[in-house]
């Protein structure tokens, strides 16, 4: 199961941390999804256990930083220099599909945090 928290209300230009427990077992693969009213969810940041890769959406690349703590098994996502168009709902997932950026390739799924930035 994962659990996803850290989400809340920023204005543009700051920033937030979100944080995702998995419990119960490890994942290869964890990746931050979101989905803003109306629209449909979209890929925001991956995180490879195997090798240690990331990988990001262009929208986010350079202002989000996504990455796992082996210790307790938790993955972040660290948001800085917040735009309006980051508020959405954040979701965790995991799964063994490597660089995968669809969510239909993620198996496992937090309940999602919401995240808005003002201006």
């Known amino acids: 199961q994962l659990q996803a928290s850290g989400g809340g209300s920023v204005q543009a230009g700051g920033s937030l941390r979100l944080s995702c427990t998995a419990s119960?077992?490890?994942?290869?693969?964890y990746a931050w999804f979101r989905q803003a009213p109306g629209k449909e969810r979209e890929f925001v940041a991956h995180?490879?256990?195997?090798?240690?890769?990331?990988s990001y959406a262009d929208s986010v690349k350079g202002r989000f930083t996504i990455w796992r703590d082996n210790r307790d098994n938790t993955l972040y996502l660290q948001m800085s220099s917040l735009k309006p168009e980051d508020t959405a709902v954040y979701y965790c997932?995991?799964?063994?599909?490597?660089?995968?950026?669809?969510?239909?390739?993620?198996?496992?799924w937090g309940q999602g945090t919401q995240v808005t930035v003002s201006s």
């Open positions: 119960g077992r490890t994942f290869g693969n």
């Open positions: 995180n490879s256990w195997r090798g240690g890769k990331q």
């Open positions: 997932a995991a799964g063994s599909k490597t660089y995968a950026t669809s969510p239909q390739d993620y198996d496992y």
